[in-house]
């Protein structure tokens, strides 16, 4: 993009940052009065839509945030709210002063009603649960009042607590009386011993919680307050504290430096849950699933013991540039305790990046890429990102005799803009892909200026209601030009915003006094369709619309709170793809197809009961009515089993150069069989195909082509 955010803060930040963001804030020693005014400022001056924040806003913010502390209505009392509420309209007056006494009243009361829960969770747990007793649970906790006595408090935790546990007791006298039909010999456990059993295991479930959240500190719980504030003015501004930030610098990247490893903290102490396939740690199998990590050293330097340490404290010890050592002091799962050197390196999230199989259908190759997200590497465009990949990858398919293309974008929640331009350039000649305009701007034409095509024969892209953002853009594009056929939901998610990240640090002189400020994603722009249209709130419409578990639940932008409005611009000049002779009948043949589909009527009505099941907010907390209610369930369910039955004709190889990665990495080799019995039997697959093999590309359209990129 010509003007990335940098830059389009840069005029209005250059010359007012010293006197903004200098002489005050060093006089305020508050590292959270100083976030306040950082991203007031930033969303003032940067969001696309800024909002008033006025009295109305302050309401929003307090409703939203308040919810967001306690959801279940199971900490604060009514007389909290109560005393909360005269800062109700005061909010907004708070963030234009830099005011954080609001936050320090419920953050300080929060704490208080926590402590004293501890004791409220495991006196209600130390009684035995009365599951003969006729009492329901309602879940819909917003509508809810607050508890106005402790009485009602502990009432609030029973029946929530009994609901986490009856699914438990359920299970295990189900359990029971299928070991006892299996051998008649069986002495079953009493339900009184069961009551027990499943109460302990829910008292164990609360004790990790609450160890949870007392491993959080008090940032943690401003970073919270902080996006009550910022998603006001949209569900994609999002302020991320610098731990998050590098996280998110993870997920879109696909790759970090360390020992590729993933870690969880149960209680005081620090396990590794999974080994990343060719990392560091699994190349060398010196550390193992289940092992505890007691202390960390840097190469020679003295250990630090890391029990009862915050996880994200022991990470960052753990990660380390490439190259570098770390020592870590493990206690095995068979008790010994052993230290190991790792030497750190690249790690490589090969689950985030574009993976490829070759179809075969009778005689016919065709080919399928699936792509979690558009990738990028934030310091290097041209290390590795989902564009570059892609190309490669069509590349390897078309040495194999691929005759047409599936671009699975199910569950892409977008990524890097620039990506997707790249990305739509491999299918058209050159011309527009996007349309982006700024608050008071002249629009901005994202063009493919390179005039080869890396793929120019038959194509079609999958869709679903979770497909968003960046996949909305290409999937837009191609339908645009006619150059592909969009096969999914009714609707793509609707996201037609483009957010840029701050690094708030930028506002600071280097040597402020409060370290890491952390940095805002802040909407910037929308996006338009070549056409005009936006994609915001309606997303892509389908070109073949089917049926999906989605299809009747709330998973869209436009279920979201605060998200901007749909609109259009004038059309981008561009010339529709005239490669296919029968474009228009192909679409036909195909909504014919699957309007007598089996497959997909059982799909929509296992869809329609979702939705059913999501909108039942009570549920009986008595052990026979909830059995019976189970029972009715899961015949349902065992009816919809069918669905994972279904196979299709299609058969799935990966390609060459990964099949011989097979022999170094099973987990790999593991992974694509697992993705590949899937997509046997995956009816909008078998259908993409059947798409592909009517669509017919014109030879003289072909002659048109100025050259394949390879």
């Given at each position: ?554 998973v869209g932008e436009k279920d979201q709170e605060n998200p901007l409005p749909w609109d259009k611009i004038s ?140």
């Open positions: 993009m010509k003007r990335n955010l940098v830059y389009i803060l840069g005029v209005l930040i250059i010359s007012v940052a010293s006197c903004s963001f200098t002489n005050k804030t060093f006089e305020n020693p508050e590292k959270d009065k100083l976030l306040i005014e950082l991203i007031s400022y930033v969303l003032e001056k940067g969001h696309f839509d800024p909002k008033d924040v006025n009295d109305n806003f302050s309401k929003n913010v307090f409703k939203d945030y308040i919810n967001s502390l306690d959801p279940f209505r199971r900490f604060f009392t009514d007389a909290d709210i109560k005393e909360f509420k005269k800062y109700e309209l005061q909010i907004d007056d708070q963030i234009k002063n830099s005011d954080i006494s609001f936050f320090n009243l419920t953050h300080s009361r929060l704490m208080k009603r926590m402590e004293e829960a501890k004791s409220i969770y495991k006196d209600v747990l130390g009684i035995p649960f009365n599951f003969k007793k006729d009492e329901t649970i309602d879940v819909d906790y917003e509508s809810h009042t607050y508890a106005k006595s402790k009485r009602e408090l502990a009432e609030i935790w029973r029946r929530q607590l009994k609901f986490s546990t009856i699914d438990d007791y359920a299970f295990r006298i189900e359990d029971e009386e299928k070991k006892k039909k299996e051998d008649p010999s069986y002495e079953m456990e009493s339900l009184d011993a069961i009551e027990k059993e499943v109460r302990e295991k829910t008292l164990t479930a609360m004790d990790e919680y609450f160890a949870f959240t007392d491993d959080l500190e008090r940032k943690d719980w401003f970073s919270q307050y902080i996006n009550a504030i910022v998603e006001e003015f949209d569900p994609h501004t999002f302020y991320f504290a610098p731990e998050e930030k590098d996280r998110f610098d993870i997920s879109i990247s696909g790759k970090f430096e360390g020992i590729g490893a993933r870690l969880q903290k149960r209680f005081d102490v620090i396990k590794v849950s999974e080994i990343i396939s060719g990392g560091p740690v699994w190349r060398e199998q010196s550390v193992e699933v289940g092992d505890e990590i007691l202390k960390v050293a840097q190469g020679d330097e003295e250990p630090v013991d890391i029990v009862g340490m915050r996880l994200d404290d022991a990470i960052k010890l753990i990660k380390g540039p490439k190259g570098t050592e770390v020592k870590l002091t493990l206690k095995r799962v068979d008790g010994t305790v052993e230290v190991v050197s790792i030497i750190r390196d690249v790690v490589e999230l090969e689950e985030s990046y574009a993976k490829t199989s070759i179809v075969k259908k009778g005689d016919r190759k065709f080919g399928i890429i699936n792509l979690p997200k558009f990738y990028i590497d934030f310091k290097d465009y041209k290390e590795r990102n989902a564009a570059n990949d892609v190309a490669k990858e069509i590349e390897r398919l078309r040495a194999e005799g691929m005759e047409g293309l599936v671009l699975d974008l199910r569950g892409n929640g977008g990524g890097s803009l620039k990506t997707v331009v790249d990305m739509a350039g491999l299918f058209i000649k050159d011309g527009p892909i996007v349309q982006v305009k700024s608050t008071g701007q002249r629009k901005e034409v994202l063009d493919d200026r390179d005039s080869r095509i890396q793929w120019d024969g038959p194509l079609v892209i999958l869709v679903n209601e979770l497909s968003a953002s960046a996949s909305e853009i290409l999937a837009a594009a191609m339908q645009d030009y006619k150059r592909a056929i969009v096969l999914g939901s009714k609707q793509t998610y609707g996201k037609g915003t483009v957010q840029n990240i701050i690094d708030l640090n930028q506002f600071l002189k280097s040597n402020n006094d409060f370290g890491d400020v952390g940095a805002l994603k802040v909407t910037t722009q929308k996006f338009y369709r070549i056409n005009g249209g936006s994609t915001q709130l309606e997303g892509v419409k389908s070109d073949v619309v089917v049926p999906d578990r989605y299809s009747y639940i709330d059309a981008a000049n561009y010339d529709a793809w005239d490669g296919y002779i029968d474009y228009e009948s192909t679409i036909e043949k195909s909504k014919k197809r699957m309007a007598i589909n089996a497959q997909l009527k059982l799909i929509d009505e296992n869809a329609r009961w979702i939705k059913d099941q999501s909108d039942n907010k009570k549920y009986s907390l008595n052990y026979e009515a909830y059995k019976k209610e189970n029972a009715k369930n899961e015949k349902r369910a065992e009816y919809f089993k069918a669905i994972s039955d279904y196979k299709t004709n299609l058969s799935f190889n990966s390609l060459p150069y990964e099949t011989r990665l097979f022999a170094k990495d099973s987990v790999l080799k593991q992974k694509r069989d697992r993705w590949h019995r899937d997509l046997a039997k995956d009816v909008y697959v078998e259908e993409a195909i059947n798409v592909l093999e009517d669509l017919q590309i014109s030879n003289i359209r072909r002659g048109k082509v100025a050259g394949i990129k390879g």
